[in-house]
């Protein structure tokens, strides 16, 4: 099993950045997909996650109308399309297996068996 996230960078505040994340290993039809965030000396935060069954999706409130995330399990790939980015915003953000076809409605990191290891995003004031 791996995933591999891509996309991060620097962006100004306002701007636009879209993440990545290339799985292997598994079907991905069968897994949902999250995303979650890591700012140094702060708790993982989970920021977003997508079914696999019927595409319905999470979001945490930070960023309920800033970000979207899709799947397309042909390409064995999940996007996290983050608009409208806010210093707040700047963290690793790393893409994770959930335990079941479908995502809660709540994120705890020990339900994402599998993750990937990060890409850095860095949003300048």
């Known amino acids: 099993v791996n995933l591999m996230e891509s996309g991060g960078g620097l962006v100004q505040s306002g701007g636009s950045l879209n993440l990545s994340c290339v799985v292997s290993g598994f079907t991905l039809d069968d897994y949902a997909i999250g995303w979650w965030r890591q700012a140094p000396g702060k708790e993982r935060e989970g920021v977003s996650c997508?079914?696999?069954?019927?595409?319905?999706?999470v979001y945490a409130g930070s960023v309920k109308g800033r970000f979207t995330i899709a799947r397309d399990n042909v390409q064995n790939t999940v996007y996290l399309q983050m608009s409208s980015l806010k210093p707040d915003d700047t963290a690793v953000y790393y893409c994770?297996?959930?335990?079941?076809?479908?995502?809660?409605?709540?994120?705890?990191?020990?339900?994402?068996?599998?993750w990937g290891r990060g890409t850095q995003v860095t949003v300048s004031a």
């Open positions: 997508i079914s696999a069954d019927d595409y319905s999706t």
């Open positions: 994770a297996r959930y335990i079941s076809v479908r995502c809660a409605w709540n994120f705890r990191d020990y339900e994402y068996g599998y």
